[in-house]
């Protein structure tokens, strides 16, 4: 059955289908013609099917018959997003924001493509264009704040994470980019603090545990370090790089019990000595696991 015009139509957030989630973003479909509005509905229909080659015929044939049907575009980017043909999503939401610059769902879904493709400079432009159409959609701070994140722009990071979670939004990964803003500005306290809301919200989220026993290293927090890292691995435990610094913590915490200083070291060459990318660490680790033991013979010797 032909959908009605007015009906109110969503494409995901997530740039997935449309009406296959309930995060939705909103379009009005709307077409010139009758011929038009039936090609978009049986893209649609094909695309509930799981027939994504017919979706995409079917929406390009709107488009075909209608130039003007920023839906019928807004949905062809999505089925292009979820193969991860990212230039063809760009080319599409960018059309749909030529034709309908003030539709935000094309705005911010080009955005997030923009993003994708690493081109930052264009996603912050395209992001606040839509903050500025729609401010009241909280969401659209935190794909803001992931823009600064990926550009290392950490004061604009906070600035904008801050407004997002004052506005009631807020999950594990903005509480996370949020702490990393604080780390890399020289203020571990807030970091701290973001981190351990980041791990409250999700307790097995490894990049939280990892930078929280970051920060307690530099702080010299051995114990608190040793505790954050040991999370991190039980949380990802193939992470060679938690278990080396694991293996700092527990050493620098108590230098003296040499048992366990080796143990941990130990532990970690048995993960990390088939990554090529830990060679040079393995190889230290190694060397470090002798000298330990040689001071180990020599305490007891006393």
């Known amino acids: 059955m032909v959908m009605k015009a007015n009906m109110k139509l969503h494409t995901l957030l997530a740039l997935t289908m449309v009406m296959m989630s309930s995060v939705l973003i909103i379009g009005n479909a709307l077409a010139d013609t009758e011929k038009a509005k039936e090609h978009y509905n049986s893209g649609i229909q094909e695309a509930q099917a799981g027939n994504t080659d017919a979706a995409i015929v079917a929406y390009k044939a709107a488009i075909a018959t ?21 230039q063809k999503a760009l080319e599409t939401y960018s059309a749909a924001t030529e034709k309908a610059p003030q539709n935000s769902a094309a705005l911010t879904n080009l955005g997030r493509v923009q993003l994708k493709l690493k081109k930052y400079e264009e996603a912050e432009t395209s992001f ?8 009241t959609n909280t969401d659209l701070y935190k794909e803001l704040g992931k823009t600064y994140f990926y550009k290392k722009d950490y004061a604009k ?15 594990h990964l903005s509480h996370y980019m949020l702490g990393k803003g604080y780390q890399k500005t020289d203020k571990p306290t807030n970091a701290v603090a973001g981190f351990k809301k ?3 919200l999700k307790s097995d989220y490894y990049n939280s545990h990892f930078a929280l026993g970051q920060v307690y290293l530099g702080q010299e927090k051995f114990k608190s370090a040793a505790s954050a890292f040991k999370a991190a691995l039980k949380a990802n435990p193939k992470k060679y790089l938690a278990s080396y610094n694991y293996a700092v913590a527990v050493e620098s915490s108590n230098p003296e019990n040499y048992t366990r200083s080796i143990q941990v070291w130990e532990d970690f060459i048995k993960l990390a000595k088939k990554n090529p990318k830990a060679k040079t660490s393995v190889a230290n680790a190694q060397q470090h696991v002798k000298e330990l033991m040689e001071a180990a013979e020599q305490a007891d010797l006393q």
Do not use: M
């Not at 209608?66 to 990212?86: P, S, T």
């Not at 606040?128 to 401010?135: F, G, L, N």
């Not at 990071?157 to 999950?171: A, Q």
């Open 66 to 86: 209608d130039a003007d049907y920023v839906d019928a575009y807004i949905n062809l980017g999505a089925i292009y997003f979820q193969q991860k043909d990212y």
């Open 128 to 135: 606040k264009t839509v903050i500025e159409i729609d401010s």
């Open 157 to 171: 990071l906070i600035e904008t994470l801050t407004k997002y979670h004052n506005k009631g939004g807020g999950d």
């Open 198 to 200: 980041s791990i409250e």
